[in-house]
């Protein structure tokens, strides 16, 4: 909140909210700006979407990284990364020996969701709403931890960031499916050391 | 909140909070008692320690899965698992190359920390404390998930639940170090159809 930038020495406090999806990436942007200045204080916050809205209408933050961003012009959004959101069920699943599984065939399947709130959720509900297909048997965990620990252990199927799933999906421990949003970093207008940040991460790589 | 069981068949919401370290273990936990119990809809809160406190105080949930259980009479605990803490540092870290790095040499990196409010930060914070370590150079990252990708990005070095980075020890990705809990399920002392969720989980193993 407090970051100051004199002759390119930038010192102070910087406070990121980021969304579940961000929190894989995010520790890589941390580490590359750490080289540039040390003298930063660094502190993340990681939150659902509804959470980061509120933070961020608040200016809890200086900087929030999340997807599907609302529309406001007083917001300054920036696209850094593709946030893909993939169904993931587990090896020898039926749905693997389908030749075309379709969302309703998908969601006769006992579905392992995140909490209200949650971007991955909205975006999810509002996929299934727009082709018709009725979510009833659900089973709600509160982090994708959690989501792909349930889906190894058979309790159900889910759809998650793919960031959430990487090693999982190299390991073959969990069999990827179908597909869907970018992550954004997200600012309010005014000018401000923090402001910086992103782009001359980005700058950096 | 309020589940019932008539004649041995089980019905309606289960509530269960876990802390970070748990919501690698209960997805594992709920899908052996859904096995038994489908008629039951079941929601996981994942949440931090101080957090789920608040909520035991509340009574929000069924049933609290934690470690480092607070000393009261009216809470019911059985320890269900073992909850081992590990240093965690990224391969060719030069803590690997000394013969027996102590706590004092782990604390001269950048070391990255949970929010306040976790139980592994007050444990690690707990063990610095006793041994007269100052931790003075940390980043605060408010996830396990945040605080294994630091690592990896060679943000800096953690204590982390083993739990928490089995398959990226496993990959090698990580090394682990040193060590330090249990974890408990946690109610009320009020019998309840939930009282007996974990008795028969447990029993069905």
Known sequence: MNLSDINGKMSGELNIA?????????PYLLARFRAHYPDVHVRLKVCNRSQALERLSEQQDDLVIMAMV?????LVVMPIL???LIAVV??????LSMPEPSLADFARHYVLMREPGSGVRNAFEQMAAN?????????????NEAIKGGVMAHLGVAVLPRLAVQLE???????????????????????TPANGFLRRLLNSS
């Open 18 to 26: 980021a969304v579940s999806s961000a929190q894989y990436v995010v």
């Open 70 to 74: 609302p529309e406001d012009d007083r």
């Open 82 to 84: 593709d946030n893909e």
């Open 90 to 95: 587990w090896p020898e699943h039926p749905l």
């Open 131 to 143: 082709q018709q297909v009725a979510l009833s048997h659900c089973i709600e965990l509160g982090t």
């Open 169 to 191: 999906l190299e390991q073959g421990l969990l069999l990827s499916w179908v597909c869907l949003t970018s992550l954004s970093t997200v600012h309010g207008a005014r000018y």
